[in-house]
């Protein structure tokens, strides 16, 4: 009987690791790839095509994207069943490679460096580079980017009236959104049927996962969390998260 197999590992000749990256994108793949180089290792986690997530020894978010990416050589591991929590990365995908290949020429192209220009230039790099206007972001609402930080949610999304994200134009925000629409639309209907007027918030609990969903004047708040999450302990956070003064 042939082993089971979970996931793909190997090198291929003549492909970058960029290349593997574009592709996965343009799959809308949903995992994580890790990439080893010699003593080095690394980890890049994907959710619909978009980067949302990357590890590499001291380096997280958009600086291990790029330190792994400058590696010559390597190989790499496909694995689907791999997921995470943590968001650091907002940027396109496009954008990200992009960038990561303006810094190697830049790299490249460099004249040698005194001790004293390195430890300058060190600090400057510390300081967080402006995005390209023109280059196309993703963002999201500043409420929701405050939930994202809770450690159990797994997306958070604001939406109007009619179930349009705010200022999050991702696939998961546009699938978030129709969940909450659809769960507040549901409670409100409930809530006239049992006489109990408009609902406020209400809480769902799946196989695969809980959705939360707020309801104020002019939008809701939709926030999903990994299945078995303390609801109660989550709530306190997020209402800690929202207060005004925060």
Request: charge should be negative; hydrophobic fraction near 40%.
């Amino acid at each position: 009987m042939a082993e089971a197999v979970s996931g793909f590992q190997g090198e291929v000749a003549g492909l970058s690791l960029a290349d593997v990256i574009q592709l996965k994108g343009h799959n809308r793949y949903t995992g994580c790839i890790t990439v080893e180089y010699k003593e080095h290792s690394g980890a890049i986690y994907f959710v619909d095509g978009e980067i949302i997530h990357a590890e590499q020894n001291t380096f997280s978010g958009e600086d291990a994207i790029y330190e792994i990416i400058k590696w010559p050589g390597g190989s790499f591991s496909l694995a689907p069943e791999m997921t995470t929590n943590i968001c650091t990365i907002h940027c396109s995908l496009n954008f990200l490679l992009l960038e990561a290949h303006r810094r190697m020429d830049e790299e490249l192209n460099q004249p040698e460096e005194s001790f004293a220009d390195v430890i300058e230039n060190s600090e400057r790099r510390k300081e967080p580079r402006p995005a390209d206007p023109a280059t196309p972001q993703r963002t999201m609402s500043a409420a929701a980017a405050r939930v994202m930080q809770i450690n159990p949610v797994t997306y958070a999304v604001l939406l109007d009236k009619q179930g349009h994200p705010v200022q999050d134009e991702s696939m998961e925000a546009e699938t978030l959104a129709a969940k909450s629409l659809f769960l507040a639309q549901s409670g409100n209907i409930l809530g006239d049927l049992l006489g109990l007027g408009e609902l406020k918030s209400a809480a769902i609990q799946t196989k695969n996962f809980d959705l939360l969903m707020y309801d104020s004047k002019q939008h809701y708040l939709g926030v999903a969390m990994s299945n078995g999450s303390k609801i109660e302990a989550v709530e306190a956070e997020i209402r800690a998260a929202l207060m005004p003064g925060r």
